[in-house]
């Protein structure tokens, strides 16, 4: 059994964790979405785990964060796209779409139901730590990204609770999950609860589509 990628860091890096996690459900050729671009790091994890002939979109609000994303792509192969917030719906075709606009737009940007979703928290590393994600757009997002995922596909969130708001936004998040549906959905929590400070993992499993109406 091949060991999670996590095992061999620090406990509290969460992002490995969630990279393992997603792993486990996603196939080449499938479609994944990043809900937070920051500088890459998940967004170039997903498009390995989907491969050239697969498909994922990035959010960000900073073009910065795009760019830096775009760069980190790009030197690692993938075929990226710069997309304009009045640009949305977004064709679907293999490679990278690196959208500027807020993540609360999702249902309107997506078409497809994508086997991964991620979102890491908070603010840009090396950017301005007042410009962070809130809670009211945060779970907005959550709320259409669960709605359209895959069934058996997964949504891995990481939390930090440590800057200014942080604890705020964690205390949605963890609400958002635990009153999810356990007919519909398979949660998982990963923290350490001896340090309040440290990040946190959510990642949703959907089990049944679920029905309206």
Same mark, same amino acid.
């Given at each position: 059994?091949?060991?999670?990628?996590?095992?061999?860091?620090?406990?509290?890096?969460?992002?490995?964790?969630? @990279?393992?996690?997603?792993?486990?459900?996603?196939?080449? +050729?499938?479609?994944?979405?990043?809900?937070?671009?920051?500088?890459?790091?998940?967004?170039?994890?997903?498009?390995?785990?989907?491969?050239?002939?697969?498909?994922?979109?990035?959010?960000?609000?900073?073009?910065?964060?795009?760019?830096?994303?775009?760069?980190?792509?790009?030197?690692? +192969?993938?075929?990226?796209?710069?997309?304009?917030?009045?640009?949305?719906?977004?064709?679907?075709?293999? +490679?990278?779409?690196?959208?500027?606009?807020? @993540?609360?737009?999702?249902?309107?940007?997506?078409?497809?139901?994508?086997?991964?979703?991620?979102?890491?928290?908070?603010?840009?590393? +090396?950017?301005?730590?007042?410009?962070?994600?809130?809670?009211?757009?945060?779970?907005?997002?959550?709320?259409?990204?669960?709605?359209?995922?895959?069934?058996?596909?997964?949504?891995?969130?990481?939390?930090?609770?440590? @800057?200014?708001?942080?604890?705020?936004?964690?205390?949605?998040?963890?609400?958002?999950?635990?009153?999810?549906? #356990?007919?519909?959905? #398979?949660?998982?929590?990963?923290?350490?609860?001896?340090?309040?400070?440290?990040?946190?993992?959510?990642?949703?499993?959907?089990?049944?589509?679920?029905?309206?109406?």
């Amino acid at each position: 059994m091949k060991p999670f990628a996590g095992t061999s860091n620090n406990l509290s890096r969460m992002i490995p964790w969630s @990279h393992d996690l997603l792993t486990e459900v996603v196939s080449p +050729g499938d479609f994944a979405v990043d809900l937070t671009a920051g500088r890459g790091q998940d967004t170039l994890a997903l498009w390995r785990m989907v491969g050239e002939q697969g498909r994922v979109v990035a959010f960000d609000v900073q073009q910065d964060a795009l760019r830096q994303t775009q760069q980190r792509l790009q030197e690692a +192969g993938a075929a990226v796209r710069m997309v304009d917030q009045d640009q949305p719906p977004l064709t679907v075709q293999p +490679g990278v779409d690196l959208l500027n606009c807020c @993540h609360s737009r999702y249902a309107e940007v997506i078409a497809g139901t994508p086997t991964a979703i991620i979102a890491n928290l908070g603010y840009l590393p +090396g950017s301005d730590q007042q410009l962070i994600t809130e809670s009211e757009t945060t779970l907005d997002a959550l709320r259409q990204a669960l709605g359209g995922l895959a069934v058996g596909g997964r949504l891995a969130v990481v939390v930090y609770p440590g @800057h200014a708001g942080g604890a705020e936004e964690a205390t949605s998040v963890d609400c958002f999950f635990s009153i999810l549906d #356990s007919s519909n959905y #398979s949660v998982l929590q990963l923290q350490l609860p001896n340090r309040t400070q440290a990040p946190g993992l959510y990642v949703a499993e959907k089990r049944t589509e679920i029905r309206r109406g």
